[in-house]
């Protein structure tokens, strides 16, 4: 079994910019991040936003209900 743990983000400003994960807390105030991989983080790094239903069903035709199969 997989758990998912949340870890604290940091938004960079300057030298480097975009969104962060925070890898390690030091004692000493220092922290290691690494840049955040999360779907939301590269959809907000590519200016995308999810597609409304509405959307979706116009360019791929209406939802159907599911059949039973799967």
Same mark, same amino acid.
């Given at each position: 079994?997989?758990? @998912? ?6 938004? @960079? ?32 790094? @590519? ?5 409304? @239903? ?17």
């Amino acid at each position: 079994m997989i758990f @998912l743990v949340e870890q604290p983000h940091v938004k @960079l400003s300057g030298d480097f910019e975009g969104s962060y994960v925070v890898e390690e807390a030091r004692a000493d105030g220092r922290l290691l991040v690494a840049p955040d991989t999360s779907a939301q983080a590269i959809m907000d790094r @590519l200016g995308h936003e999810p597609a409304t @239903l509405a959307e979706f069903e116009a360019a791929y035709g209406a939802v159907k209900p599911p059949d039973g199969e799967g």
